[in-house]
């Protein structure tokens, strides 16, 4: 009976499972508490961020404060009404207690920050059977305005006569078929008032490149006027290549002012009204150089003054906005492909670089130059930038700031493209990482 006793094996199964236990209590109820704090930690996060994002938020109190301080510092109201808006969005369950949060909110420069943390403990369940009653919780939440900066915008519309060219393919064609000389282009002659191509496309309903760019600015300077959360937030002035070209520089064109640079929007958008295609006094006049853009840029780099941070209305940021079909024909004798000191190319991109390096940010609309199978000009000079890939394209990006390059159809969104671009500018609210 001793020997059988001492060679049984049975009562360790008993003592193995006793010693495991333990262990084994740990790994489930880590298993499920862990699980728990992970649900209640992403539950606290949400509110935080959505606390913190609307106490920032445009024509909140905080932001509405925020803008008008002129120095940096603390937001006044702004870490309470944070405080304020978690307690409101967030009732702890049973197993939470301690739910603390904390907040601060502050402006230095031109951003707009708030910041929360939250702590919370959380009551265990089955680690609580083994001495672990409770873990922490700690949340944290950063969101950021940028104070709605102050801006000068400098539009750059090009009038010149390729921008009489049918808007869509069926309006070229309609010049097309309607002209003895299947010509695309609506040129708007002197010698000939009221009788050349001009006065054809008027007649005939179809819509010219100028026409959609003029409609085009004209709304948007009725976004710029609904944006604004500032007086006098926005000032606009309008250039483009000349209204005659028989009265500019036939060398060295200057951008000519069409508005003055002023804050009332609905004045910009009247005088926006009056842009028209640039007159030539006749057909060839100076060989068709009326678009040159390195002429146009550098006389812009002169209208703009330096360009500020945009914190205040004496310091405001400087935007460029040009819109184009982005091929340059203009007197060069130092580049000469057309004719005799004559530059047919895509655009130079070196003014582009200098405004840039200013401060000046350059939003480019480039209007896309559409295929003119019939035009001998377009077959000659233009065709070879075009195809297989666009040259005139990747020239006028590369003139833009970063982010600030739309390409478009002139009657497909030229419109919509200006407010893209003007919206990407403005300021935003976001949440940080």
């Known amino acids: 009976m001793f020997r059988d006793f001492f060679r049984s094996r049975r009562a360790g199964v008993a003592v193995i499972t006793a010693l495991s236990l333990p262990g084994a209590m740990t790994a489930i ?31 909140s109190a905080a932001y509405k404060t925020g803008i008008t301080m002129n120095a940096d510092g603390t937001i006044s ?29 502050t402006k230095s420069g031109t951003v707009m920050t708030v910041n929360m943390t939250v702590k919370a403990t959380y009551r265990t369940y089955i680690l609580g059977m083994i001495g672990i009653s409770s873990v922490p919780i700690t949340v944290t939440s950063t969101s950021t305005a940028t104070v709605p900066p102050y801006i000068d915008f400098y539009l750059l519309l090009d009038n010149t006569p390729s921008m009489g060219v049918g808007a869509t393919t069926a ?23 009221g009788t050349d191509y001009y006065a054809k496309a008027k007649s005939l309903g179809v819509t010219t490149r100028i026409d959609v760019v003029r409609q085009a600015t004209q709304n948007l300077m009725t976004t710029a006027a609904a944006t604004e959360t500032l007086a006098n937030q926005y000032r606009m002035a309008i250039y ?54 390195i002429s146009m840029l550098s006389s812009m780099n002169t209208n ?118 003007f919206q990407r500018i403005v300021s935003v609210v976001r949440i940080n990482a």
């Open 29 to 59: 109820g880590g298993a499920v508490d862990f699980s728990r704090v992970v649900q209640l930690h992403d539950a606290i996060q949400d509110v935080a961020d959505d606390a913190t994002l609307a106490t920032i938020a445009v024509n």
């Open 77 to 105: 109201g702004g870490a309470t009404k944070a405080v304020s808006n978690f307690n409101a969005g967030y009732t702890p369950p049973g197993d939470v207690s301690g739910v603390t949060p904390t907040a601060t909110a």
């Open 171 to 193: 309006d070229i064609n309609t010049m097309v078929a309607n002209t003895p000389d299947k010509c695309a282009f609506a040129c708007h002659e002197d010698d000939k008032p």
């Open 240 to 293: 483009s290549f000349g209204k005659a070209a028989g009265s500019i520089d036939a060398k060295a064109p200057t951008a000519y002012k069409v508005s003055s640079l002023t804050s009332s929007l609905s004045q910009s958008s009247t005088d926006a009204g009056t842009l028209d295609l640039m007159t030539i006094p006749y057909q060839n006049y100076n060989s068709d150089r009326q678009s040159n853009f």
């Open 304 to 421: 703009i003054p330096a360009s500020g941070d945009g914190a205040s209305a004496a310091n405001p940021q400087k935007v460029l906005f040009f819109v184009s079909d982005g091929t340059n024909d203009g007197y060069d004798c130092a580049y000469s492909n057309g004719s005799s000191c004559r530059r047919i190319t895509p655009i130079d991109t070196t003014t582009c670089t200098t405004l840039k390096n200013r401060g000046v940010k350059i939003a480019v609309l480039y209007t896309t130059y559409l295929p003119l199978p019939t035009n001998s000009f377009y077959n000659t000079y233009v065709a070879k930038y075009v195809s297989p890939t666009s040259q005139i394209a990747s020239q006028m990006q590369a003139c833009a700031s970063p982010g600030l390059y739309f390409e478009v159809a002139p009657s497909q969104g030229i419109s919509a493209a200006m407010t893209a671009l």
